[in-house]
């Protein structure tokens, strides 16, 4: 039986890029942080409404199915995810 930390770690991360009503940013991230360990959402630029969510590709499809659900309610507009490699993340923190 293995422990729990003897899974490896995904080496890279996707990163998806969204326009959301500027109005809606607060409600955005409160719902993804709700989902305790989905994304990180990361304010990209709150004047124009562009939002980051960096996720890790084991919970891609439980992020997508989200994303399903808050498109239609928020109108938001979602760009196709870009993979992430840990010297990317280094860079961007």
Same mark, same amino acid.
């Given at each position: 039986m293995k422990t729990w930390n003897d899974h490896p770690e995904p080496r890279?991360?996707?990163?998806?890029?969204?326009? /959301?009503? /500027?109005? !809606?940013?607060?409600?955005? /991230?409160?719902i993804v942080e709700g989902h305790e360990g989905l994304a990180i959402v990361r304010t990209k630029d709150a004047a124009l409404g562009i939002v980051e969510f960096w996720i890790s590709p084991l919970?891609?499809? =439980?992020? !997508?199915?989200?994303?399903t659900y808050l498109t239609g309610e928020l109108g938001i507009t979602v760009g196709k995810p870009a993979v992430m490699s840990p010297a990317d993340l =280094?860079? /961007?923190l």
């Open positions: 890279t991360g996707l990163c998806y890029t969204a326009r /959301v009503p /500027v109005h !809606e940013i607060g409600y955005l /991230v409160s919970m891609q499809k =439980d992020f !997508e199915s989200l994303l =280094d860079n /961007v």
